[in-house]
């Protein structure tokens, strides 16, 4: 019963972790294209712009709004891009709205939340390839996915040669049956030697593997692998987005920013001051709920007793 017991704690703080380190993971790298429009026409002109975006901290601010990222451009045609890294998704912080501000032709603009409620108005996909090796980036062939696909059918024989069909029996499992375990004297104890990959515990004896079982597999993966060569792969490197590093954006992004026409253009400076800490969101409802009134009600009634007004 112990060792079930230790053995489910270990189950447990291993997906924790494995949660702990997605929720911690940074967003992913992007490019935007913005695309100026007046009227429902494109913006042909150029067009100096300026983004803030405002958020809540996932390190303990509350719901106190600040802001949490911010970049001046200028867009010299129609269907500008730009490195939006840390711009509308920031590495631990909650995005609530954020806005833009410019001049284009001497007209000032300003549209509030323009990219929308959880950056709906974003246009994403993402970078279009299937594997990358050694800075290079590869999209899957017919001859490709033929070759993949006969040496899956290999090793799982009764494979239907669907994408998400059931694979069925594994041909190297025949090296893993009960007669072809060797058995050991190790312990079996949680954690033990016995948990390495090239053993298995069955009836509470731990089994070594024989190493044909591992042998095949060896082999299947370097099968796979001589579908990755060039021959059988399209090179897509120069056709993806990359930053002035050289490093790939997973993301590619666009966006139309409707800019207001003039008539209905509130002077810029009109606008209310945004720094750095604008109003702080308020989650409070109208009335307060019964265990408030209930507490408001007992604090009045201990003042009273003393000669105190509530």
């Keep these: 019963m112990k060792t079930t017991k230790n053995i489910l704690i270990m189950i447990i703080l291993c997906f ?5 380190a997605r929720a911690d993971s940074g967003p992913l790298t992007r490019q935007t294209t913005f695309y100026f429009q007046q009227n429902g026409q494109p913006v042909m002109q150029a067009v100096t712009f300026n983004i803030k975006c405002y958020g809540t901290s996932m390190m303990g601010s509350g719901n106190k709004l600040l ?5 001046s451009e200028i867009c010299q045609e129609y269907g500008c891009k730009f490195n939006t890294n840390n711009l509308f998704e920031v590495y631990r912080q909650n995005t609530e ?3 833009i501000e410019g001049e284009v032709n001497g007209q000032n603009f300003f549209v509030s939340n323009f990219v929308g409620d959880n950056l709906s108005g974003l246009n994403c996909h993402y970078a279009d390839y299937d594997i990358s090796n050694d800075g290079r980036y590869y999209r899957e062939t017919p001859e490709y996915k033929s070759c993949y696909n006969a040496v899956v059918k290999e090793y799982y024989p009764s494979w239907n040669g669907e994408k998400d069909g059931n694979l069925g029996k594994f041909l190297c499992d025949q090296y893993k049956t009960y007669e072809k375990l060797i058995p050991t004297t ?8 016995c948990y390495h990959r090239e053993y298995i515990i069955k009836d509470d004896i731990c089994y070594q593997i024989p190493q044909d079982y591992f042998d095949c597999i060896a082999e299947m993966n370097a099968k796979k692998a001589l579908c990755k060569q060039e021959q ?7 056709e993806l987005a990359m930053d002035s590093n050289g490093y790939l954006f997973e993301q590619i992004c666009e966006i139309i920013v409707n800019i207001p026409a003039p008539a209905s253009v509130s002077n810029v400076n009109n606008q209310e001051n945004l720094n750095t800490q604008p109003t702080q969101i ?5 009335h307060k709920d019964i265990f ?8 009045c009634l201990f003042l009273k007793i003393f000669g105190k007004s509530c």
């Design 16 to 20: 924790s972790f494995v949660g702990i």
């Design 282 to 286: 308020t989650n409070e409802q109208p």
């Design 97 to 99: 709205y954020c806005d």
């Design 292 to 299: 408030s009134q209930i507490g408001d009600f007992f604090r």
């Design 232 to 238: 059988y792969l399209e090179d897509v490197t120069s």
């Design 67 to 71: 802001k949490i990222s911010e970049i």
């Design 186 to 193: 190790i312990s079996t104890e949680p954690n033990g030697p």
